[in-house]
């Protein structure tokens, strides 16, 4: 790709052109309706060389000026196209294809730290697949413990992501620390496969040491009985007994019918588990009557661990949240909204809880912090790039 100031820009305006010419409209549309990324149309950005003049030459760039990457967003979005979906691609395929990689920026940049987040890791058969949450949830087993015997479910939440995340953080404050310590940084990985297997555990060995796998078993514990939700006259409650102790005050406080604690079915956490149909039945046989104040009260009495099954509406008006002011109030450019605090709680310093900003209120000073001229700036905003 030749864009010498000899030339102009002409050239380079005619390339894209022709390139995004190849991807009509209906590809964008299709790509909006399935909330894809426009992976085929990046790959072609790249063989073509335009890629590598998005990234400066610091970076391992093509080290192209401000002007001519301006153009060439300018040009795919004038086609029809969208330059900020092919950013989010470039971060989903990797820099590496670009000499934008980890080993590259170490070398230039010792003190740099790193972190790569992908679905399955960089190596192995897997490394190309997609990930979706939902998916590695599958990978994991995480299905085939959760549901009804029935059926299968997934967790509520974006479990995978959530685990990816959370050890890519910790992984960063490792690095860091390090940093502290050595002068150098690092490259971390992270895969969202590794992650969620990791939470994974605990039902993971269960099953390789102990030669069978936890059943599903709805809501309640897999290995403990009784331990889970059971109904009482308008409501669920969800009780939770640990050990023999807390069993038997459970039969002579809560079920008031002490001589269970003495039934050979019932005898140890194993034949309970044996025989939870019949467990589960005589418990609910007593709950039924009862309200879910008068069991909670009795619950309270024995000391037995319970909760009830909340909705997000309970959630949010929950009392525990008010009492400790885990709310707080934000500005957003549609008006105040409340929050909640982070959750970790520091006695000597408070987190930042500012002001939501507006859709590209902060875009102009980032690009400037960047060291991007105003001009350049200005021709993105008039080209729909920004």
């Not at 864009?3 to 009509?24: H, I, M, N, S």
């Not at 002007?67 to 040009?75: K, N, Y």
């Not at 050979?264 to 956490?269: L, T, V, W």
């Not at 024995?302 to 002011?325: G, V, Y």
């Amino acid at each position: 790709m030749d864009t010498t100031a000899g030339q102009g820009y002409e050239e380079l305006r005619v390339g894209v052109r022709d390139l995004c010419r190849r991807y009509p409209d209906t590809y964008w549309r299709e790509l909006d309706r399935d909330r894809g990324y426009p992976e085929a149309f990046v790959r072609a950005l790249t063989d073509a060389g335009y890629l590598a003049a998005l990234i400066p030459e610091q970076y391992g760039g093509a080290g192209l000026g401000v002007t001519e990457a301006s153009i060439i967003l300018e040009e795919i979005n004038r086609s029809g196209g969208n330059a900020a979906a092919c950013h989010a691609q470039m971060y989903i395929m990797g820099t590496a294809r670009s000499g934008l990689d980890a080993r590259r920026l170490h070398d230039r940049f010792e003190r740099l730290v790193t972190c790569a987040i992908s679905g399955y890791g960089s190596s192995g058969p897997w490394s190309h697949r997609k990930a979706y949450d939902l998916l590695v949830q599958s990978e994991t087993g995480l299905l085939s413990i959760t549901g009804t015997a029935a059926t299968a479910c997934k967790a509520g939440i974006s479990v995978a992501d959530i685990a990816a995340g959370m050890y890519a953080c910790q992984g960063i404050l490792a690095a860091l620390l390090q940093r502290v310590r050595t002068g150098r940084g690092t490259s971390l990985q992270v895969s969202l496969f590794d992650a969620l297997t990791e939470w994974m555990s605990a039902p993971l060995y269960y099953t390789k040491y102990g030669g069978t796998a936890p059943s599903r078993t709805e809501a309640h514990h897999a290995s403990i009985a009784p331990y889970g939700p059971f109904r009482c006259r308008e409501d669920i409650v969800v009780v939770g007994l640990q050990n023999e102790r807390e069993w038997g005050r459970f039969c002579d406080v809560v079920l008031e019918r002490s001589e269970l604690a003495r039934d050979a079915r019932f005898g140890s956490n194993s034949l309970r588990v044996l025989h939870r149909a019949e467990l589960h039945e005589m418990v609910e046989g007593v709950f039924r009557d009862l309200s879910a104040a008068d069991l909670l009260v009795r619950l309270e009495a024995a000391q037995i661990a319970s909760a009830r099954l909340n909705s997000i509406e309970d959630l949010i008006a929950h009392p525990q949240l008010r009492a400790r002011e885990r709310w707080c109030e934000l500005q957003t450019p549609g008006g105040p909204i409340e929050a909640l605090r982070p959750p970790v709680i520091s006695d000597s310093m408070q987190p930042v809880m500012g002001a939501i900003p507006d859709v590209g209120q902060h875009t102009f000073d980032i690009l400037r912090e960047l060291g991007f001229d105003q001009d350049a700036i200005a021709s993105w905003r008039e080209g729909g790039v920004i």
